[in-house]
């Protein structure tokens, strides 16, 4: 079955630099999630989108943007990057309405490492 | 969202059933019980999930307690493959859609051994 695709999977940036995450969800899922896993930490809820707009707000630094698209991809962009922003990133994708219940599948991640 | 509380870490010999506890004494009435599990970096896994009806699917079975104030997940025979750490996690699902967020707590470090 069709999974959650991120890409880069590995991305290296300098700090002050710019970074743009990409998230294709599942075929025919509607809501986007994600989520940040600092190092030895639990994953972190970022920001959640669900029919392009925004659902939900979590401790998502202003810096950070995000949304989701016409073909229901998500982008998130990431500027002015410190070296604490170095991470896993993490997008899941759901279906809103379905019986199929409020699971979440969760992608490989991005592994951010800020220089 | 409910907070739940989870072992640290259980280990489990290989070929066993493991058992994994979850209390969630503060549940409410729509707040649905998921859990999830995470193998080294990578993405969290969904396992399975349930409501007040115990629930099973390929993976394992989902035990809640009549009050719902605690489940058990069950991997019927681990594998060292089943190692990894392990999340409850309670949610509100309103009405049919599912745009809750997931909080993710402590969780419990499962260690399958030979």
């Known amino acids: 079955a069709a999974g959650v695709i991120q890409s880069p999977r590995h991305l290296i940036k300098e700090k002050r630099e710019t970074a743009t995450l990409k998230c294709y969800p599942i075929p025919r899922h509607d809501t986007v999630y994600w989520y940040q896993q600092g190092p030895g930490q639990d994953p972190q809820f970022l920001i959640s989108?669900?029919?392009?707009?925004?659902?939900d707000k979590g401790s998502i630094p202003d810096r950070f943007s995000a949304q989701q698209f016409s073909d229901y991809h998500s982008e998130l962009n990431m500027s002015s990057l410190e070296l604490g922003d170095s991470a896993l990133y993490f997008c899941?994708?759901?279906?809103?309405?379905?019986?199929?219940?409020?699971?979440?599948?969760f992608g490989p991640g991005t592994r951010l490492t800020v220089l | 969202d409910a907070k739940t509380t989870q072992p640290p870490s259980m280990d489990c010999a290989e070929g066993r059933a493991a058992n994994l506890p979850c209390n969630h004494s503060t549940i409410s009435g729509n707040e649905y019980v998921y859990w999830y599990r995470q193998i080294h970096s990578q993405g969290p896994q969904y396992i399975i999930h349930?409501?007040?009806n115990n629930e099973t699917n390929e993976m394992a079975s989902l035990i809640i307690t009549e009050d719902r104030k605690s489940s058990t997940l069950i991997l019927p025979h681990a594998t060292l493959r089943d190692t990894a750490v392990y999340y409850c996690i309670v949610r509100v699902d309103a009405g049919g859609t599912s745009y809750g967020k997931l909080t993710f707590g402590q969780g419990t470090i499962l260690t399958v051994h030979p």
């Open positions: 899941a994708s759901s279906l809103g309405f379905g019986s199929s219940g409020g699971a979440q599948y």
């Open positions: 989108f669900y029919e392009k707009m925004q659902s």
């Open positions: 349930g409501l007040k």
